[in-house]
């Protein structure tokens, strides 16, 4: 794994301290840091269900800020697993992506619609 994906999971970190157990429960698992597994499987169910209830805004505008500079870093690995782990899954429930979408910024909206696109969606 490289620095920028640490770099983003340390952040998922800070933003979710509630997924700190599951999360290492998921490396205990898997014997390692799986990536993708930690973001749709840890990270992106408590997005989701920020993104549901929508009460905490500062905390979601935070997140998307930071999906923002991800989704503008030149770290092709990074910007890869984020597109098919948070971006396809925001595109999964039609809802969440239009809640999820006041919050995204202008490059995030155009992963979030070529993470759509690749799979067929539009």
């Known amino acids: 794994m490289n620095k920028k994906s640490e ?7 800070d933003f979710l301290p509630s997924t700190e ?12 840091v799986l990536e993708t597994v930690i973001i749709e499987d840890v990270f992106m169910p408590e997005i989701i269900k920020l993104l549901k209830e929508e009460r905490n805004v500062n905390l979601l505008e935070s997140i998307f800020n930071y999906f923002e500079e991800v989704s503008n870093c030149e770290d092709t690995q990074l910007k890869n697993n984020f597109s098919v782990t948070v971006l396809e899954i925001l595109g999964n429930d039609k809802s969440i992506l239009v809640t999820a979408q006041k919050y995204m910024g202008t490059k995030t909206i155009q992963l979030q619609i070529e993470a759509d696109r690749a799979l067929g969606r539009i």
């Open 21 to 32: 157990a599951e999360y290492r429960k998921s490396i205990e698992f898997n014997g390692e």
């Open 7 to 13: 770099e983003f999971l340390r952040k998922m970190l």
